[in-house]
């Protein structure tokens, strides 16, 4: 477990992705940000792309992190020639043809090997760019079992129980291996101990693979980072994400209060639930969403998440960050 204890130094970082910015858009666009106090830049790019921010920034004191989406792979052409790495839900829907929710959710198995395989090659090539901070993992889960409130009400859905189109897990692979164990096909679970049971099954699957991304992450002198639901009962419920039980170097936790229709308080509290569950050498970075942060609202969130444990926050994303906005963060300088 994380003490609750604040750090002596404030982290603040961002996310966004790369951009046609010429050399000198680029320099004073880090400058401008590290100078409010922001370090930490989590920039969804390719190989080269990240590369070239790297040779850019080397003068400014700032820390550049590849940000992946990890199981949900839309448009991969690799993933795509092989259809059987995708993740499967209850109705037998393949995430290959059926996207829920939305067109870019494909998601890939945590049961196929070859999807494994292809998560891990994706993680050592970013992992062996020199200089960089960190590996960033983002939709290191399932899909999303229950959307947040605002979000069901957007797609004019009532989520009250699990719902089979949205519930995934079952690739054949992973129904085999789970009879093996309890003798049942998870498709004929009707106990609640054995429903626990395949619920577990499936988030260990997601934690044993980010495990080994850590070791080639590290192994490659690259540490580990990643994009998670807010706390963790609400991040298994949802998306059957276990990232407590993650041998993580930095997590960031997406509070985007606004999403749950909650107040800035609840901050506070979705930080004060994950820290006290994390490892002591991992750092917790509080993720708000600066969209729905005007004025005093942000400092409040900012407060809410330092007081609570955090050792700092990261905002999503850069594209929003205001002038207003850079001079409460370098208040807390």
């Not at 037998?92 to 999807?115: C, I």
């Amino acid at each position: 477990m994380k003490s609750i204890i604040k750090s002596q130094k404030i982290k603040f970082g961002t996310w966004l992705n790369f951009s046609n910015k010429s050399k000198t858009e680029w320099l004073n666009f880090f400058i401008k940000l590290s100078e409010a106090g922001i370090t930490d830049f989590f920039i969804n790019a390719k190989i080269d792309q990240l590369e070239y921010l790297i040779q850019i920034k080397k003068d400014i004191n700032i820390n550049i992190h590849g940000w992946i989406w990890t199981f949900n792979r839309p448009n991969d052409d690799i993933a795509e020639k092989n259809i059987d790495w995708y993740s499967v839900n209850k109705n037998g829907e393949n995430s290959f043809h059926f996207r829920p929710y939305v067109d870019y959710y494909q998601w890939l198995s945590p049961f196929s090997d070859g999807a494994r395989k292809h998560i891990k090659n994706n993680i050592l090539k970013l992992s062996k760019i020199k200089g960089l901070a960190s590996v960033h993992l983002d939709y290191v889960r399932y899909c999303d079992v229950f959307l947040p409130i605002t979000l069901q009400e957007k797609y004019n859905l009532k989520q009250e129980d699990v719902m089979p189109e949205y519930d995934f897990g079952y690739h054949e692979s992973a129904r085999i291996r789970f009879k093996k164990l309890y003798d049942v096909d998870p498709l004929d679970i009707k106990t609640t101990v054995l429903n626990n049971n395949w619920i577990n099954f499936r988030l260990n699957a997601i934690t044993e693979l980010v495990n080994e991304l850590k070791i080639i992450a590290n192994n490659n002198s690259t540490k580990l980072s990643a994009a998670v639901f807010p706390y963790p009962e609400m991040a298994k419920k949802m998306v059957l994400q276990d990232w407590s039980n993650w041998e993580l170097d930095m997590v960031c936790p997406m509070n985007y209060h606004h999403f749950y229709n909650k107040e800035i308080p609840w901050i506070g509290e979705s930080v004060a639930l994950g820290v006290k569950e994390i490892k002591s050498s991992c750092e917790y970075l509080s993720g708000l969403f600066i969209g729905s942060l005007k004025g005093t609202d942000l400092q409040k969130a900012v407060e809410e998440s330092l007081k609570n444990g955090a050792d700092g926050v990261s905002f999503f994303s850069a594209e929003g960050l205001s002038n207003n906005h850079l001079k409460i963060i370098k208040s807390f300088q």
